[in-house]
């Protein structure tokens, strides 16, 4: 007896052709025959160079062992950045600008890539960002793979690539490697630090680690914490590259390259990125072939633009960059417990740090250990004073004697509200947070949740907007009028 799974009979003709004795022919699948092309191609071609993507940048180049939060180390580290405008004789104009999750240095073209950047409308003389102004600076995390050490990098310990013996990082291991960079360029403190989305979570972090150095903050469609369902979303996107075949467990350099996984998690990820009103308005149910039979394969027109975005990126992209990176704004967390579990761990590891040291033969280990850790852990809790307009400090009654209009009611016994307050005490410079109303991966109460929490612990100078575009979470890449006017407002006022 036949099963009812089995594949129709089919049998060869005169001429080759094939006689189908089902009752209807089978359907044709271009789709899946261009992927499994794709997969021929790269099985006999050369493997795709992640960092070759983006080029024109700059290379800092860190000599000694990086210790990250989770244990792992770095025998050396190198961060790729692109800079714009001119640093003052007191350096003290340079902002710095924190990226999202593949977002390489190249936020703007220049004389070495005249090739458009992420933020080319947004930086510039007389824009938002004026380099007529500020110097900026834009880095690639590291993590990532365009210029910055991640999995794709060299380990020096075999000659090989990292792969997923790549160790697992933290926002804030980002944040402590921008800031080696700040320190080689002899810059102490940052007229301003600006992110968008992981770039947000990045400005935060800039903020809380090293209050001293950063002047004002400036964080679009971001948290301070990851919430269950952007965690939740990220998560299947991981799942969907690591059931590939070519993932390989990570080890796929030498062969295949994951394509399949990443062009579907990015088709997950874009759905993430615009919104449902953006799409009625650009697709509706329109099919991109009305005259023609319906197919499994795209077929409505957003099929068809989520088609294209995943082809576009799956080959632009390095699978383990998306999984190490991504993983880390999922662990992002700005509660004061959360951080002093990080430092507590990143103490009981420094003797990784030390033993590292020794083993590449360091003349000064104390110093070089000083250099990586500082004097006190980058996330130890630095409370500050509030003070009043004269700049003189307030005692609790005067402190809490004048309130701005809350956006949104913070619970006074919530213990997890509390603990996220007291993790960003530290964070009192003054502090532009701009949320969208059709954002679904960063909501709108998420960005109210940063700015009362940071009025909450007592900054004083936090300015909120919230815009009702129509373009979700990507926004910030495309409203140069409000989300641009905004940073210009925040960064050129007279505080």
């Known amino acids: 007896m036949q099963s009812s799974c089995a594949v129709p009979n089919v049998s060869e003709g005169n001429g080759g052709v094939k006689n189908v004795t089902s009752t209807n022919p089978p359907m044709s699948f271009p789709c899946i025959d261009k992927l499994a092309s794709r997969t021929q191609e790269l099985d006999s071609g050369p493997e795709p160079s992640y960092d070759k993507v983006v080029t024109g940048y700059e290379q800092f180049d860190y000599e000694q062992p990086f210790l990250l939060d989770h ?8 961060i790729a950045y692109e800079t714009w405008g001119t640093l003052n004789e007191a350096k ?15 936020a703007k073209s220049h004389p070495k890539n005249l090739k458009p950047g992420w933020w080319e409308e947004f930086i510039g003389p007389g824009c938002p960002i004026d380099t007529n102004k500020f110097f ?15 999995p794709s990098s060299i380990d020096p310990a075999d000659d090989e690539r990292y792969a997923t013996r790549f160790p697992i990082l933290t926002i804030f291991d980002m944040v402590r490697a921008q800031f080696l960079l700040l320190d080689s360029l002899g810059v102490d403190k940052l007229h301003a630090s600006v992110g968008s ?21 400036v964080s679009i469609s971001a948290c301070a914490r990851s919430h269950p369902y952007s965690i939740a979303l990220r998560h299947t996107q991981r799942q969907v590259l690591m059931s590939d075949p070519n993932w390989n467990k990570g080890f796929y350099y030498k062969g295949v390259p994951p394509h399949v996984g990443m062009k579907l998690a990015r088709e997950i990820a874009t759905i993430t990125y615009r919104s449902g009103p953006e799409w009625e308005l650009r697709f509706g149910r329109k099919r991109a072939q009305e005259n023609q039979s319906p197919a499994l394969c795209p077929d409505f027109l957003i099929e068809t633009y989520l088609d294209h975005q995943g082809e576009r990126f799956c080959l632009q992209y390095d699978a383990n960059s998306l999984l190490y990176v991504s993983k880390a704004m999922d662990m992002f967390d700005m509660s004061a417990s959360h951080r002093q579990r990080l430092a507590k761990q990143r103490a009981s590891n420094q003797h990784k740090l030390e033993e590292e040291l020794r083993k590449q033969g360091g003349d000064n280990v104390a110093n070089a250990c000083r250099s990586v850790a500082g004097t006190t ?72 949740e940063i700015a009362e929490c940071l009025r909450a612990a007592g900054n004083k100078k936090v300015t909120y907007y919230e815009l009702d575009a129509m373009f979700g979470h990507d926004t910030f890449l495309i409203d140069r009028v409000s989300v641009g006017g905004a940073i210009k407002g925040h960064l050129e006022s007279k505080i």
């Open 92 to 106: 003290d104009n340079c902002i710095l600008i924190h990226t999202g999750l593949s977002a390489s240095s190249h």
């Open 71 to 78: 244990g792992g180390i770095l025998p050396k580290m190198s």
């Open 377 to 448: 852990s980058a996330l130890e809790q630095v409370p500050q004073p509030e003070i009043d307009s004269n700049g003189a400090p307030m005692d609790a009654s005067s402190a809490s004697g004048k309130r701005q209009r809350p956006l949104t009611t913070l619970s006074e016994t919530d213990p997890s509200t509390q603990d996220l307050i007291q993790g960003m005490k530290a964070i009192t410079m003054p502090t532009l947070v701009l949320g969208i109303q059709t954002d679904l991966l960063f909501p709108v109460w998420q960005q109210k």
């Open 136 to 150: 900026v600076i834009c880095t690639n995390v590291i993590g990532s793979c365009y210029g910055s050490t991640g």
């Open 197 to 217: 989305s992981m770039g947000g979570m990045q400005s935060i972090a800039a903020a809380a680690m090293h209050p001293e150095r950063v002047g004002r903050l």
